[in-house]
């Protein structure tokens, strides 16, 4: 995904440009909706929530600005967050058989594509934890997991995960910060 | 707790981020992020700091009727003609045992149904009155083409079942029909007009009601029973 050109297109978004919105959507729809589908697991609901969050996307479009981050990390925070709440409403627990364990996903195929996005410092500092910590942590914005879940998933006791996400964090959190 | 510690409100944020709070503590954060300026400049680093992991997924190409939906939602659809659909929609206005409403002139402003008079935002100067068949109203639409805005109000509340929705269509002699949205069940809503669906409108002659899936005709096209038509009338 080119990061420059979906900028580009959220900020004629703001002026009521409705061929950049169209853009938007064919650039950033399938990643979104790849994203919004491994946390709801339904196709019903994740179209759903595909939908909610362009409409959101839309009308939120003059809130954004390159001070809160990428266009990327905007648009993604937005549909997860609408996934989690999709969740939520539904309050149906995930069926432990869909989880896939996520792949690496900073270094696979489409490692150079993401690069862009801060992925390469991200990766340098997923690096830094402790094997368990990245996996819960990955495990959970991936899959949109409780920390119930994944301790289920691992078989580990909940206060065991809930430990290595918060201290894997604090990790981040000091690799992260420029 | 105390949610002016810089350190717990990060720590808050970047389990909101990752999606680990959740119940009651993530609505107690989710107000909080609404009262403190800072809270949200902390979810927006946590988001930038982890949305290199969701662009690494394989994409998933979504069905074409979400594009179409969410068009609907926002501008009350766009025009995808197909000629088969125009001679559909006619077969339809003379065979299907439709309800025809009956035209209603009506003088502008028109006020055919609140008891208190609300103010008038749009400056109709297209309008249609929609009557059920006992010549009961149940819309009223009006047009303001030069602010490129419609506006649609429910004269009583209309609740199709849960599986079906009103959606109003543009009909023109020498176009298909264009949707102009779902329908309200009741009260009022704008929608902001295409240019295509401006120009369409200020030629059109009629608008008409389809029973359609709830959330609106997958198609772009009407889909279902015309169960209503109304004369659009220059204001």
Known sequence: MDFDRLHERLARCRLGDRQAFEDLYEMAGPQLFALVLRIVKRRDWAEEVLQESFIQIWHRAGDYHAGRGSAWAWMSGIARFRAIDCLRRQRESVALDDIEEPVDLLRGPLQEAVRGDGAAHLAECLDELSKDQRRTIVLAFIEGLTHGEVARHLQTPIGTVKSWVRRGLAALRRCMQP | ?235
């Open chain 2, 1 to 235: 707790m105390n949610y002016r510690n810089p350190e717990l409100l990060d720590r808050l944020a970047a389990e909101y981020v990752v999606g680990t709070l959740r119940g009651r503590a993530r609505q107690r954060f989710e107000r909080l992020l609404t009262e403190v300026p800072e809270c949200q400049e902390r979810v927006d680093t946590w988001q930038a700091h982890l949305a290199a992991l969701p662009a690494g997924l394989e994409p998933v190409q979504p069905p074409p009727r979400v594009w179409r939906n969410i068009q609907d939602r926002l501008w009350g659809g766009l025009p995808q003609p197909g000629r088969t659909a125009l001679r559909i929609w006619r077969s339809w206005a003379v065979a299907a045992s439709v309800a025809v409403a009956v035209m209603v002139v009506v003088q502008w402003p028109i006020d055919v149904t609140d008891p208190v008079p609300e103010r008038v935002e749009v400056a109709a100067d297209r309008i249609a009155l929609i009557h059920d068949e006992d010549g009961e109203p149940m819309w009223v639409v009006q047009a303001n083409l030069e602010r490129q805005l419609v506006a649609i109000r429910a004269a009583r509340t209309v609740t199709p079942d849960d599986d079906h929705a009103h959606e109003l269509w543009v009909i023109a002699d020498d176009h298909d029909p264009v949707s102009l949205g779902v329908l309200p069940e009741e009260g009022r809503l704008e929608r902001p007009l295409t240019a295509e669906l401006q120009a369409l409108m200020a030629r059109a002659q009629a608008l008409a009601v389809s029973v359609e899936p709830a959330g609106g005709s997958p198609t772009g096209l009407p889909t279902g029973p015309v169960i209503l038509e109304a004369r659009l009338i220059t204001g």
